[in-house]
């Protein structure tokens, strides 16, 4: 099986306001914490979204180009993974306070 990654800016190229742009959209935030909840790669037809599949392939296009994620694509499968140690490394803290502040909404909503 053909196996390759999609493309995605290094660590060092990534851009905080081109982070939280792709993490100020509810549906990519519930992407975000379903990847940081499974804490392993997970295909992208396996998330539940109120959208179309094409604007869902929007969202994970858009949270890859951030760098947010890495994606790689297995036979028909395209399958994603959070990248926290990038995240971490390059915007200390960023990534437990927006999944911190979600978190606390939805135990309040």
């Known amino acids: 099986m053909q196996t390759h990654d999609l ?3 290094g660590r060092d190229e990534l851009d905080l306001a081109t982070v939280l742009h792709a993490l100020s ?3 990519r935030l519930g992407i975000v914490a379903g990847l940081r909840q499974s804490g392993d790669e997970r295909r992208c037809g396996s998330f539940e979204a109120p ?3 094409s604007t869902l392939t929007h969202h994970f296009r858009v949270l ?4 947010v994620i ?13 990248r926290t140690d ?3 490394a390059r915007f200390p803290g960023l990534l437990d306070a927006v999944l911190g ?4 909404e939805l135990l309040t909503a």
Not at 64 to 67: L, T
Not at 101 to 104: L, M, P, Q, R, T
């Open 25 to 27: 959209d509810p549906v």
């Open 101 to 104: 502040a979600v978190a606390g």
């Open 86 to 88: 990038d995240l971490d």
């Open 70 to 82: 890495r994606q790689r694509q297995e036979g028909t499968a395209r399958l994603s993974t959070l």
């Open 51 to 53: 959208v179309t599949k």
């Open 64 to 67: 890859r180009e951030a760098g």
């Open 7 to 9: 493309p995605c800016p």
